[in-house]
């Protein structure tokens, strides 16, 4: 039965059935309820995947996901779109990612793992420039030890920032290849 706009009455079962189903490895079945149309299963899908350690079948379904949604957080998609962060962060789009964050804070003010996630992004951006320019300019040895010192610096502060618990943390299972016949999805 569905609800006057169109949403069924038992989303919160579906949701909980798919969360569920996931964490027992029941990934084809999960996927077969979320479907690729609504995007509020979807997104329970790719949340509850994402939690669970299937980081890389996670990705393949938030991009069935508009991309202006996901880069544009607004309720009830934050945490969807604090995922879509972390990858884009992890594939070195930091500065895309850094924006996802700080709208996510400005959205969620208790939020402070986006706010992290944000300063993490913009350290990562500043070595990686500061590494280019070694590369490109080749400055002399009295500039490069300078640089050398801020990136250490840089990379300090980053592992402060990562120690603070901003990323997503799921299982063992999330770094470690799972059970072919778990981590199929229907096509």
């Given at each position: ?95 895309e990612a850094a ?49 050398r010192k801020y ?37």
């Amino acid at each position: 039965m569905r609800s006057p706009i169109g949403q069924p009455q038992n989303m919160a079962k579906m949701v909980q059935l798919i969360q569920n189903s996931v964490e027992k490895g029941r990934i084809q079945f999960a996927d077969k309820i979320a479907g690729q149309s609504d995007i509020h299963l979807l997104s329970a899908l790719v949340q509850s995947l994402y939690k669970a350690g299937y980081a890389e079948l996670a990705k393949k379904r938030i991009a069935l996901i508009d991309p202006e949604t996901l880069s544009r957080p607004s309720p009830p998609f934050l945490e969807l779109s604090y995922i879509w962060a972390e990858m884009r962060y992890d594939e070195g789009y930091y500065r895309e990612a850094a924006a996802i964050f700080e709208a996510i804070a400005e959205q969620s003010g208790n939020l402070a793992a986006a706010r992290f996630g944000a300063a993490s992004c913009y350290l990562q951006e500043a070595m990686l420039n500061l590494r280019r320019r070694m590369e490109i300019y080749h400055p002399p040895e009295a500039e490069r030890i300078k640089i050398r010192k801020y990136l250490e610096d840089f990379n300090q502060t980053l592992h402060i920032i990562q120690t603070s618990g901003w990323r997503t943390v799921s299982s063992a299972e999330q770094t470690e290849p799972r059970p072919a016949r778990a981590a199929t999805l229907l096509h």
